[in-house]
């Protein structure tokens, strides 16, 4: 998984991590440091208080130096850490008494002042305090070097102790990152989720810009999605446009032929042509329903991104649509029957959109029904639906799914003898969809098909 | 080149001349075994018990124990890199100065780790007994007197009865005893007085030893009539089943010394030393009990009654050692011993 991908928020605790690691490793080094010069200065500071105090009870007498190391001052040098003492005192240039062989000061100490320095001396490390006076023997004054060593067990262990709780307090740190890191990132990342969560509720039609409040960050990525739907949505509107127009220019200079036709067809005595200009007329009626389809498709779409509810009696726009195709029922010897009573179907909706499912609800039923047969249409209400359901004694379905079938420009398997475009149950369906109903496409047992559409009784 | 391995020789007999001298050597334990080397100050027959209760445990091992003086065990370590697993010493100072100087071996065991820590020093040096130091008397001498109960009295004492005392009463020579020097200056740095008891015991010609056996001898041979100074576990044990000699512990302060050990840096078996020092170091269950004489090392400090001071194992220890001072006290001392 390289940089560009994976999960931002993963990312973003791991870097949170990380300098919470970082951090606490700083910590644990900067108090373990100080920690250790601290307890360094306070043992030196005893240390060279007991070399100084060594080297004032210096005494110059008759038999030459008296010297006096105090019990008690050794004593303590050894409390804090049970560490290991040496001492060396010379007078002039010999050691006159302690360890002959304890390091000297690089630069000799010129008062009382003590030098510290850390020497390896014997098997170990040893920290020295270096002070040096001047006493006078018999009548000329001699130098005098005080050195005491101690081994630093004792601020070791004060370190290491100081150290230890910094160590936990790192860790702790640490420990408190992980949590606060995952809280930080997701609250990071709530922004995002909500606005992903708002364009996501959206309805397949809904192309509006996003107005959802988003922090500054975010702003370019709103900006761009805008941007991306407004060219999105101009592009679907001048298709549609375009297929409106088209078919709109199409119709008309085909009612032109189709009347030329029908005038030529009776003027004409040659069977040939009369036979001729039937199936021309036959195919520019094809075409002209085609071209209405497509005018019908572009309207729904149009109608139902900005919907006009108003109260419609479902049972009054079926018997109209029944009685606007009584002529054609007619010409191709199909009997067409509205059942159920007068009473009125209300429903919500736009009357142009439930007109048009109506109609290409009928008109299928009507073109896939063989001649001398009938196609019902049964009105019922029941569930707060209102019900039409339109039944033909045709081919049926031969096992497609509604599915497949609603689909744009998609038909079924067994009609390639019937001309058709295959918007006429789309158009139904997307109708439905606006209005907030169902829509069942069910085969009878004794052949044919129903189409039941239902919408919300109001 | 001949001359020069000639002086080698020479050079290597005069160190073997100059060897430490021992008081006693003697191997326990089955002779064909590997052996563990002790060297300590505690008289062979005081210390035998414990060895043969340790190769009890341990009968895969042989002991050889060699019995010296605080000094010469000193001398062994420092000067002459004598092998031993385990040195056990009754003068501290000298122990203290060892581990301090890097002559011993850091231990850590369990047994180690849960002693008291004012009972060792660091993971060097362990106490394995406390000894009080006391004063003893003799009954018959001290007929009709009053035992003194602090050195304030044992002054008066020695002032009041001076033809009582003279020539019988004696102390350890710190010019050659370890013991001694480590006890007189613990004594000096707790009270002035007793620069004053010296100076009383110089006056009535004390008698002065090297070990406190020597000086109990004197009591019961009826040549002393007070002894002071002597070490814990000699006088307990000698004091039983005798009814003329009494032991004193001093009211006003009675000094304590802590028996302590440590495996050498160069131990051929430092193991084995650690072992025998564990198996020491487990009989200490924190009662106070006299078994020997010794008293076991109680867990804290203020379990052991009042006049009790154990010298501390610290480096407060060194400072007494130092030449210069060394020097300067047993000028005082002997000033003090020699009056006309």
Redesign the interface.
């Known amino acids: 998984m390289g940089l560009q991908s994976g999960s931002l928020r993963a990312r973003l605790v791991l870097q949170l991590l990380v300098v919470a690691a970082v951090l606490a490793v700083l910590l644990f080094f900067t108090v373990r440091y100080t920690a250790d010069r601290a307890a360094e200065a306070t043992q030196d500071a005893i240390l060279g208080a007991a070399t100084t105090s060594v080297a004032e009870q210096l005494r110059a007498t008759e038999e030459g130096v008296?010297?006096?190391?105090?019990?008690?001052t050794?004593?303590m040098?050894?409390?804090i850490g049970?560490?290991?003492?040496?001492y060396r005192i010379d007078i002039g240039n010999s050691t006159?008494?302690?360890y002959d062989d304890l390091p000297l000061p690089e630069q000799r100490p010129t008062s009382l002042a003590a030098e510290f320095y850390t020497a390896p001396y014997?098997?170990?490390k040893i920290r020295i305090s270096a002070v040096s006076r001047t006493i006078v023997v018999g009548t000329s004054p001699v130098p005098v070097l005080v050195m005491i060593g101690q081994t630093r067990?004792g601020q070791a262990a004060i370190a290491g102790a100081l150290a230890n709780r910094a160590a936990l307090l790192g860790f702790g740190f640490f420990v408190l990152a992980v949590p606060l890191s995952l809280l930080s990132a997701g609250s990071i990342f709530n922004p995002i989720n909500r606005l992903a969560e708002a364009v996501g509720r959206r309805g397949p039609r809904d192309l509006r810009a996003v107005r959802h409040p988003t922090p500054r960050e975010l702003a370019p990525l709103v900006a761009a999605l805008n941007g991306f739907v407004s060219r999105l949505r101009g592009a679907l509107s001048q298709t549609e446009t375009f297929i409106a127009e088209a078919a709109h220019h199409i119709r008309t200079p085909l009612s032109t032929v189709r009347t030329e036709a029908e005038i030529a067809l009776r003027q004409s005595d040659n069977e040939a042509t009369r036979i001729r200009l039937r199936s021309m007329i036959r195919g520019v009626e094809e075409s002209a329903r085609s071209a209405s389809q497509l005018l019908d498709h572009a309207m729904v779409l149009y109608r139902s991104d900005q919907l006009e509810m108003v109260e419609v009696d479902m049972g009054q726009a079926a018997r109209n649509v029944a009685r606007a195709f009584g002529p054609t029922a007619e010409l191709k010897e199909v009997s067409l029957i509205v059942l159920g009573d007068d009473r009125p179907l209300p429903t919500r909706g736009d009357p142009l959109l439930i007109e048009a499912a109506l109609r290409n609800l009928v008109d299928n039923a009507i073109k896939y029904s063989p001649e001398e047969t009938e196609v019902c249409i049964a009105l019922s209400q029941g569930n707060g639906m209102v019900k039409v359901r339109v039944c033909d004694q045709g081919r049926g379905l031969s096992g497609a799914s509604m599915e497949q079938l609603a689909q744009r420009f998609s038909r079924g398997g067994n009609v390639s003898d019937v001309v058709g475009s295959g918007l006429g149950l789309t158009i139904v369906t997307e109708v439905i969809a606006a209005l907030g109903g169902e829509f069942l496409l069910e085969e009878q047992a004794t052949g044919g098909t129903c189409a039941n559409m239902s919408l919300p009784q109001h | 080149m001949r001359q020069y391995v000639i002086a080698a020789a020479l050079m290597c007999c005069a160190t073997r001349v100059e060897a430490y001298e021992i008081e006693d050597e003697r191997l326990f334990g089955p002779p064909n075994m590997p052996v563990i080397s002790v060297l300590s100050t505690t008289d062979t027959d005081v210390f035998a018990p414990v060895i043969e209760a340790f190769l009890a445990a341990h009968p895969d091992h042989a002991l050889r124990y060699v019995a010296a003086s605080s000094q010469e065990v000193f001398r062994a370590m420092r000067d002459e890199d004598a092998q031993f697993d385990l040195v056990i010493s009754s003068a501290m100072d000298l122990q203290m100065k060892l581990a301090n100087d890097g002559f011993a071996a850091p231990i850590v065991s369990a047994q180690t780790q849960a002693l008291p820590p004012w009972t060792k020093w660091r993971d060097r040096l362990f106490g394995f007994a406390l000894e009080p130091v006391v004063l003893m008397a003799s009954k018959k001498a001290m007929q009709g007197l009053v035992l003194p109960r602090t050195r304030r009295d044992l002054i008066d004492l020695l002032r009041a009865n001076p033809d009582r005392f003279n020539g019988r009463i004696a102390t350890y020579d710190p010019n050659i005893s370890g013991a001694g020097y480590l006890f007189a200056t613990q004594d000096a740095r707790q009270t002035d007085a007793f620069w004053r008891l010296a100076e009383v015991m110089g006056r009535l010609n004390a008698q002065l030893y090297c070990c406190s056996g020597e000086m109990i001898t004197g009591l019961e041979n009826n040549e002393l009539a007070l002894a002071y100074n002597i070490v814990g576990s000699y006088a307990f044990t000698r004091v039983q089943g005798s009814d003329d000699l009494v032991v004193i512990e001093l009211e006003d302060f009675t000094v304590a010394l802590v028996r302590t050990a440590f495996v050498p840096r160069n131990a051929e078996r430092p193991q084995m030393g650690a072992e025998l020092l564990d198996f020491m170091l487990s009989k200490t269950d924190g009662q106070t009990t006299r078994s020997g004489g010794a008293a076991l090392l109680p867990r804290e400090q203020a379990a052991l009654p009042p006049h009790v001071r154990p010298i501390r194992l610290d480096p407060g220890l060194l400072v007494y050692l130092d030449r210069i001072k060394r020097a300067n006290f047993l000028a005082e001392w002997n000033a003090a011993m020699t009056q006309p």
């Open positions: 008296e010297i006096d190391l105090a019990y008690s050794f004593s040098l050894g409390a049970q560490d290991r003492l040496f006159v008494t302690g014997l098997d170990t067990q």
